[in-house]
């Protein structure tokens, strides 16, 4: 039977780490993230269910490294396909760059420039490199947090809306020949990108990234 692989970008924590847990009992995942230390400690989760991972210690900022580790995933699950399409089953995107509320007009260049970057910028070199890898018949994820507009949330609201209007177009795009592409909404969760915003925010009504997981997951069936 062949074996689904399931790319988490951003797998480190929070969301990515809840989806690559529940995924990891039916798919083998390639978990990317730039924290080595986060990541064994999900592959021992990981393992303990029974599941198997790849780790990739890397920036998702670093186009080279990224061509390269697409390729690597073709290399090792593809052998034997006249293409790339159908190596990946499931690419979920989790990583974002959370900048220091700030008023608009005392917003720093860098925090900025790393927000591009990262929410933005990377979505061109992602969609490309992965797209082939997906083919007519996979899955893309994508999470929303509608945040833009709202005050001291510049350089967070207006990259990650920038992040979601990309995978809107992709979604728009590939329609009637996939690969399908999921816009989706997470519940407030208890994670480190939230608690930097709300900081001394009660959590307990908040959902546990492990249902949330569960539940998006479920969305998509």
Request: include cysteine.
């Amino acid at each position: 039977m062949e074996q689904k692989i399931a790319l988490i970008t951003g797998a480190s924590r929070g969301l990515g780490a809840a989806l690559a847990e529940a995924l990891c009992e039916t798919h083998h995942v390639v978990a990317v993230a730039r924290t080595t230390g986060a990541l064994e400690e999900l592959d021992d989760r990981i393992q303990a269910k029974g599941g198997k991972a790849t780790l990739a210690p890397m920036d998702i900022t670093n186009s080279d490294a990224m061509a390269q580790l697409c390729r690597s995933i073709f290399d090792r699950w593809g052998a034997g396909r006249e293409t790339m399409a159908g190596t990946l089953s499931l690419w979920a995107h989790t990583a974002v760059h959370a900048a220091p509320l700030s008023p608009a007009s005392h917003m720093d260049t860098k925090d900025w420039e790393k927000s591009v970057a990262a929410n933005v910028t990377v979505m061109g070199t992602l969609i490309p490199f992965i797209a082939p890898l997906l083919g007519s018949d996979g899955k893309a994820l994508f999470f929303d947090d509608p945040q833009a507009g709202r005050k001291f949330f510049g350089a967070y609201g207006a990259t990650k809306a920038a992040q979601i209007a990309l995978a809107r177009s992709w979604q728009a795009e590939t329609l009637n020949t996939g690969p399908n592409i999921h816009v989706l909404t997470p519940r407030p969760m208890p994670t480190a990108t939230r608690a930097r915003f709300f900081p001394g925010e009660d959590r307990s009504p908040l959902t546990a990234p492990a249902a949330e997981a569960k539940r998006l997951l479920a969305e998509i069936a």
